[in-house]
């Protein structure tokens, strides 16, 4: 399965922006799937992730700002990203998460949001 984001890009502060990752087959092959960003300079963290059973968790510095939702029927995870701060700026990949007794990670290719202030 492949993993595609989009709808990275240019937003001043207090914005907003709508982050998509399409999959090429079944969603429900992950048990779990999420954004995560990488800023530079930095190590890629957790932004958002959202379980098969819809159970969601945000990192502290997002919450009440971002929102991850799933349409299984569309193969279609999204991250919709409001209140933009310059700190958000970074690259944001989307994960796909598999429990085959070991976790297996999924990745699919970044898309850059850039903040400005």
């Known amino acids: 399965v492949q993993l595609q984001a989009s709808g990275g890009g240019l937003v001043q502060a207090g914005g907003s922006l709508r982050l998509s990752c399409a999959a090429s087959?079944?969603?429900?092959?992950?048990?779990?799937m999420g954004w995560y960003r990488q800023a530079p300079g930095k190590q890629r963290e957790l932004v958002a992730a959202?379980?098969?059973?819809?159970?969601?968790n945000y990192a502290d510095s997002v919450k009440g700002r971002f929102t991850i939702s799933r349409d299984n029927a569309k193969n279609m995870v999204y991250l919709q990203m409001n209140s933009l701060k310059s700190e958000d700026t970074a690259v944001y990949y989307c994960?796909?998460?598999?429990?085959?007794?070991?976790?297996?990670?999924?990745w699919g290719q970044g898309t850059l949001v850039t903040v400005s202030s």
């Open positions: 994960n796909g998460r598999r429990d085959l007794g070991l976790f297996t990670d999924y």
């Open positions: 087959g079944s969603i429900f092959r992950f048990n779990e």
């Open positions: 959202i379980t098969l059973g819809g159970i969601t």
